[in-house]
């Protein structure tokens, strides 16, 4: 029973960690194509679908979204249609 609470408290501080990273580059992403503004919009939901979940206690779907959001990310930026600002 310990093990299952230390890897919900785990689970939770990697949520708050990917989080609170998410939130300082995601403002510093830029489109660069239409589908680019797809892709961000997507960033954006998820982000947000993440967020709600977290706060509803549901971390496994919390977390699932934020690899999602991170996915997105590194996609877009690998196929050149992101870009950070700076």
Same mark, same amino acid.
């Given at each position: 029973?310990?093990?299952?609470i230390?890897?919900e408290?785990? !689970?939770n501080?990697?949520?708050?960690?990917?989080?609170?990273? !998410?939130?300082?580059?995601v403002?510093?992403?830029?489109?660069?194509?239409?589908?680019?503004?797809?892709?961000l919009?997507?960033?954006?939901?998820?982000?947000s679908?993440? !967020?709600?979940?977290?706060?509803?206690?549901?971390?496994?779907?919390?977390?699932?979204a934020?690899?999602?959001?991170?996915a997105y990310?590194e996609?877009?930026?690998?196929?050149?249609?992101l870009?950070?600002?700076?």
């Open positions: 029973m310990n093990e299952k230390g890897v408290a785990q !689970l501080e990697e949520i708050k960690k990917w989080m609170k990273r !998410l939130e300082m580059n403002d510093e992403i830029k489109a660069m194509s239409p589908k680019g503004v797809e892709f919009t997507n960033i954006r939901a998820y982000q679908d993440s !967020l709600h979940f977290y706060n509803k206690g549901d971390l496994v779907r919390s977390f699932e934020l690899i999602w959001t991170w990310i996609i877009g930026k690998n196929v050149g249609i870009n950070s600002k700076k």
